[in-house]
């Protein structure tokens, strides 16, 4: 069984991904007889995609049922099966328009990102060596996510969703800045992508596109409370109810508090600050450099809001002080 049933007309089938937290939910929603939506992939490789093509099958009786792809966010483990998912059953792909934007300049200027990367962990305070073992960690992840392009950009924040009556699409950013849920509102179904997650909460990051990452998770948090859905189908782990919008906009809250506490202690640099926050922890690359977008995200939401100074050093690091 590869296919399970999540809701009525909604179909969840997990695939495997090679690092934590393991797996990932795709959904495939009938949209009316015969007529199926199909909302995430996995990871591009080719377990993920034989995982995949079997939930479509037991669920659909193939791919040429799939008429409409949504991409919830550009994530590697839910846009990986993207391109793959296209060529097997040639449809529109909606996708919210920053996450497709932004996918679209990744594919175009490589160097401009690494550069992009390179620049944030110099502002960050990070030792040099921090840029080669990002570098590298990103040529791995290679391959996993062909990029795609979005034929139907979503704009605004929230509305129909063109081809799949009965479903609204909400723009959920934070983890990243395009990211889009789903709902029914017949019945309150939710499907959340990464906005809403069991256990975990979902990671925020500094970013070109959103000035704060954290305000637009906190309000997207807001936005999807004030729809009172019912059940909520998140893209890892089990599913799970209203109550977990309100706790994880309490544990955003208390991120910007902790990230706060840890500049208490003493003038910093966001490397300084994630040490602080997990000290004595040995942080893996991808971790770290997860640790160091979010902790930004958290001092720049401190700094917009005048509780924290941001003082450029002459190393080109920013140091975060508190406001006197
Ligand atoms: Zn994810």
């Known amino acids: 069984m590869h296919a399970h049933p999540a809701a009525p007309d909604v179909w969840r089938i997990t695939t495997p991904l090679p690092f934590r937290p393991g797996e990932v939910h795709a959904y495939l929603v009938r949209v009316e007889e015969g007529r199926w939506m ?16 079997a939930g479509v099958a037991e669920a659909a009786g193939g791919w040429g049922g799939v008429a409409l792809h949504l991409v919830t966010h550009m994530h590697l483990d839910h846009v990986g099966l993207a391109a793959r998912a296209l060529g097997a059953a040639p449809a529109p792909l909606a996708m919210g328009a920053l996450d497709a934007e932004r996918m679209a300049s990744a594919a175009a200027d490589p160097a401009g990102e690494a550069a992009y990367r390179a620049g944030l962990l110099r502002r960050a305070g990070a030792p040099a060596e921090m840029v080669r073992l990002v570098e590298a960690a990103q040529s791995d992840a290679q391959g996993l996510a062909p990029t795609v392009a979005a034929d139907v950009p979503l704009h605004g924040e929230g509305g129909e969703l063109p081809g799949a009556r009965g479903w609204r699409w909400i723009w959920t950013p934070g983890h990243t800045a395009g990211h889009v849920s789903l709902f029914r509102p017949a019945d309150g179904v939710l499907i959340a992508g990464d906005a809403v997650l069991p256990r975990i909460t979902p990671t925020l990051g500094v970013n070109r596109q959103r000035a704060d990452p954290v305000g637009d998770y ?19 782990g089990a599913p799970v109810g209203p109550e977990r919008i309100r706790e994880l906009r309490a544990a955003a ?4 508090e902790a990230v706060a506490a840890c500049v208490e202690a003493g003038p910093a640099t966001t490397w300084e600050v994630v040490g602080r926050r997990y000290p004595g922890r040995e942080l893996a690359t991808s971790t770290r450099m997860l640790a160091l977008r979010e902790t930004r995200a958290h001092l720049d939401r401190l700094a917009a809001s005048g509780r924290l100074e941001l003082v450029p050093g002459p190393d080109g690091a920013d140091h975060f002080v508190r406001s006197a």
């Open 38 to 53: 199909l909302v995430d992939g996995g990871i591009g490789t080719e377990q993920a995609w034989a995982a995949l093509a």
């Open 218 to 236: 906190v309000a997207a948090l807001d936005r999807l409370a004030a729809l009172a859905p019912a059940a909520i189908l998140p893209g890892h």
């Open 253 to 256: 809250e208390a991120e910007t």
